[in-house]
């Protein structure tokens, strides 16, 4: 680590650094950082004519007191992100503070502050967002003096040891690791971490959970008397088994999407278009469905989340008998293992479902390969009766 790292960073207000005035005149104010030899130059968005800036102030400017005031806060601030990460015991250099300021992170961020500063302004989707808000408030949870600068190797075991004495399952202690593998990635590329504390960390892969409904439970639900929004939500949730779709998918259908018995639709989470043929597809019990709702609107707006709808359809199951856990991912997984049993390649079950590879299908969606096997073998020795003569095999 250089002599110049260790050194407090210098802050002072510069008015057109550049030496240079834009077409109409104008130059801006910026926050000088130098570092021994080293500067850099942090804008505060403000821009001023030459006659408007003198003695490090904003001078002949209708509001010139309250901006004068204004660029010194904002200098001010960007010093607190130095001071903050000294008092942590973390020197910063140049490029960490320019990254700090940029992302809006500093460096001594709580996962919480780094999530809302990096993971809310980017293009990820609102259940992926929702997934990192759900990450911080565990972590918090755990130890609330954690920042995402002094999480390391040693913190990362601490903290998989606690889940798993909380008895969470294998997957979900999976899940959340790989969330921050992912959320300490980020905090690398903005030099807030220095060294990857995941380095020797083994997470491993996600172990995919056989379930699905039987044809006998999804009778049941299909059968089951309800009204009111409870019957909407078992039409959605049987319109999910029909067509494969994910939550996200079946709540934002639209009439557009919907033509001459086949669904085209482009997916919310991978951005991959579909077309699901729902009028042959299990007899066109999801086209019924449909028809049976005009708009589609009046189906798929039943509900306003995701958790919502999983408890209601899980109430309904308890009700009529049905032991599992009951939920609108499970439509899809039941769809996916139906097809397959009936005979669908996995190939096209991909292309329903909008899979890129047919592994992600195979691995994670398409179960009951032990069901299939004991039917086949029953229909097979049923078929050929036992011979007391050995050379018959022959």
Not at 72 to 98: C, F, N, T, V, Y
Not at 101 to 126: D, H, L, M, Q, T
Not at 282 to 303: A, H, M, N
Request: glycine share 6%; charged share 30%; net charge positive.
């Amino acid at each position: 680590m250089t002599a110049s790292r260790h050194q407090k960073i210098r802050y002072r207000l510069c008015y057109n650094y550049g030496n240079k005035l834009n077409a109409d005149g104008r130059s801006p104010v910026a926050v000088e950082a130098r570092q021994g030899a080293k500067r850099i130059y942090l804008s505060t968005q403000v821009m001023l004519y030459p006659d408007q800036w003198s003695n490090g102030q904003v001078v002949n400017h209708p509001n010139a007191a309250k901006l004068t005031v204004w660029l010194a806060r904002q200098m001010h601030q960007i010093e607190e992100i130095e001071l903050d990460s000294l008092l942590h015991g973390k020197p910063m250099a140049l490029s960490q503070l320019k990254q700090a300021v940029r992302s809006g992170a500093k460096p001594s961020a709580s996962v919480e502050e780094f999530v809302n500063a990096v993971i809310e302004p980017s293009n990820r989707s609102r259940q992926t967002k929702d997934a990192y808000r759900t990450l911080s408030r565990e972590t918090e949870k755990f130890d609330r003096r954690i920042r995402m600068n002094t999480i390391d190797h040693d913190w990362i075991e601490r903290w998989r040891s606690a889940m798993l004495q909380q008895g969470l399952s294998e997957n979900t202690i999976k899940g959340r690791l790989k969330m921050l593998h992912c959320l300490t990635q980020e905090a690398i590329k903005r030099d807030i971490i220095v060294q990857d504390p995941f380095k020797w960390i083994v997470i491993g892969n996600m172990t995919p959970k056989q379930e699905f409904l039987s044809r006998g439970e999804l009778r049941k639900i299909e059968r089951a008397r309800l009204t009111g929004k409870e019957a909407k939500v078992r039409d959605l949730f049987l319109l999910g088994v029909y067509t494969g779709l994910r939550w996200s998918d079946l709540t934002s259908l639209d009439e557009a999407e919907i033509s001459g018995g086949i669904i085209r639709k482009r997916m919310y989470k991978t951005k991959r278009d579909v077309t699901i043929p729902i009028k042959t597809l299990f007899w066109g019990k999801g086209q019924e469905i449909i028809d049976s709702y005009q708009p589609i609107t009046r189906l798929c707006k039943c509900v306003k989340c995701n958790s919502t709808g999983n408890r209601i359809i899980q109430s309904i199951a308890e009700r009529i008998g049905i032991k599992k856990r009951v939920h609108f991912h499970l439509a899809r997984k039941t769809c996916s293992t139906m097809l397959n049993s009936l005979g669908l390649g996995t190939g096209d079950i991909a292309m329903i479902l909008g899979h890129s590879k047919m592994e992600t299908t195979q691995k994670y969606y398409i179960f009951g390969k032990e069901e299939s096997l004991i039917k086949s073998t029953k229909k097979l020795f049923r078929q050929q009766k036992e011979s007391p003569d050995e050379e018959s095999f022959g």
